[in-house]
């Protein structure tokens, strides 16, 4: 019996594991860095961010990496709850709901045939992600729907937001030339 070749089997499963590792790690550290960084920023409302994590998961929405993006949303969060001090706050399920909502809104719009560009998956993955923050809160924070009277100016956030970060996804797409799985 030949175990060489068994063992070879092994070894390329373990080292496509490592790549994949590797590169989720990667994304996951730079949505999570721009995350915290985006977060030091100060802002006139609380809930006034532009998202520019979100490029990263919109970059692997490109890329059909789905998994990537929805274990890269959870990490992301989790990773600027922890380095914030926010991790046991609510915060950190309304940045969670919300961005585990507006990933299944991208992918979607992306499966359907409504011929959105990447902006207009980022600006419906904005508008999800708002509405999602603004009935988490509802639920969780201002027992009151009087909360609801922001939806106009969440919904005009939404469609600038996710201009922008699908702006940057589509440049960023077309200047990075490298990829983890790269054959040499």
Request: glycine share 8%; charged share 10%; proline share 6%.
């Given at each position: 019996m030949n175990f060489d070749k068994a063992e070879g089997i092994d070894n390329h499963k373990d080292t496509n594991l490592k790549e994949n590792l590797?590169?989720?790690?990667?994304?996951?550290?730079?949505?999570?860095t721009i995350a915290l960084a985006e977060s030091l920023i100060?802002?006139?409302?609380?809930?006034?961010?532009?998202g520019l994590a979100n490029v990263v998961i919109i970059l692997l929405l490109m890329k059909h990496k789905d998994l990537s993006a929805f274990l890269v949303v959870v990490g992301k969060v989790l990773l600027s709850g922890f380095f914030t001090g926010t991790i046991l706050m609510p915060t950190t399920i309304?940045?969670?709901?919300?961005?585990?909502?507006?990933?299944?809104?991208?992918?979607?719009?992306?499966?359907?045939?409504?011929?959105l560009s990447w902006i207009g998956i980022s600006i419906l993955g904005a508008l999800a992600h708002n509405m999602m923050?603004?009935?988490?809160?509802?639920?969780?924070?201002?027992?009151?729907?009087s909360?609801?009277?922001?939806?106009?100016?969440?919904?005009?956030?939404?469609?600038?937001t996710g201009t922008i970060t699908g702006l940057i996804a589509i440049i960023l797409k077309q200047r990075l030339t490298w990829s983890f799985n790269e054959k040499k």
């Open positions: 590797l590169e989720l790690s990667f994304y996951t550290a730079c949505a999570g100060p802002k006139p409302f609380p809930f006034l961010k532009i309304i940045g969670l709901g919300s961005g585990l909502m507006s990933i299944l809104v991208m992918l979607s719009a992306r499966k359907m045939t409504f011929g923050q603004i009935i988490i809160v509802r639920l969780l924070i201002i027992y009151s729907n909360i609801f009277e922001l939806i106009p100016l969440l919904l005009i956030l939404a469609v600038g």
